[in-house]
């Protein structure tokens, strides 16, 4: 798989929501019922917090 171009990558951050704080990332995980299936991130491009899927997708009960 190639790198992504610098392009590619600040189209993928335009595209996300931003978060100040890695708490208020986790946060909107947890609303939405997601906070085992995802995890956030410092961005590099904007300096805010995105949420990604979690590379280890806990499960749910």
Same mark, same amino acid.
């Not at 798989?1 to 590619?8: G, N, Q, R």
């Not at 189209?11 to 986790?26: E, I, M, N, S």
């Given at each position: 798989?190639?790198?992504? !171009?610098? *392009?590619?990558r600040q189209?993928?951050? &335009? =595209?996300?929501? /931003?978060? /100040? %704080?890695? $708490?208020?990332? !986790?946060d909107a995980a947890l !609303?939405?019922? &997601?906070?085992? *299936?995802? %995890?956030?991130? /410092?961005?590099?491009?904007? $300096? =805010?917090?995105? !949420? %990604?899927? @979690?590379?280890?997708?806990?499960?749910? @009960?």
């Open positions: 798989m190639k790198k992504p !171009l610098p *392009e590619d189209h993928r951050c &335009v =595209q996300k929501r /931003r978060y /100040r %704080t890695q $708490g208020d990332a !986790l !609303l939405a019922g &997601v906070e085992c *299936e995802r %995890t956030a991130y /410092r961005c590099p491009l904007c $300096g =805010q917090w995105h !949420l %990604t899927k @979690s590379k280890t997708g806990g499960s749910r @009960s």
